[in-house]
């Protein structure tokens, strides 16, 4: 049944954000960062099982990518797309969020609207 796979996707993503929470609290910025890559790259392989796009590509970054890129996206959530997709390097920027975490769920609940989760 398609809605026992898009929960699979969506408690790996709740999996990832649980993990990146934890490396937040104990200062780990880059594994926080990396964990909110992949809950969101789960949900938007969710998606793509209901609504394939080849803008999306097959990883994590390249869905990042096609949610910027993909114009039904609002603004906040390509905001936190763009924010997500860049590095370490980036600290100190307003392309390195306070928080990867408060913009994977920006995403996250907007891609929930689109699977009705």
């Keep these: 049944m398609v809605t026992d796979d898009i ?3 969506y408690a790996r993503a709740e999996a990832e954000l649980t993990r990146g929470r934890q490396a937040e ?3 780990n910025n880059g594994m926080a960062r990396v964990c ?3 809950a969101v790259g789960a949900m938007v392989e969710a998606w793509m099982t209901l609504d394939p ?3 999306y590509g097959t990883h994590t970054m390249s869905a990042l990518r096609g949610l910027i890129e993909d114009e039904r996206t609002p603004p906040d959530v390509k905001t936190a797309a763009n924010r997500l997709q860049h590095g370490i ?5 307003d392309m390195f969020p ?4 408060e913009d994977a769920e920006t ?3 907007y891609l929930r609207t689109k699977l009705k989760v």
Excluded at 89 to 93: E, L, N, P, S
């Design 7 to 9: 929960n699979g996707y």
């Design 25 to 27: 609290r104990e200062g």
């Design 36 to 38: 909110s890559r992949r």
């Design 53 to 55: 796009h080849s803008a």
């Design 89 to 93: 390097r980036a600290v100190g920027t």
């Design 98 to 101: 306070h928080s990867p975490i």
């Design 107 to 109: 995403i996250i609940n």
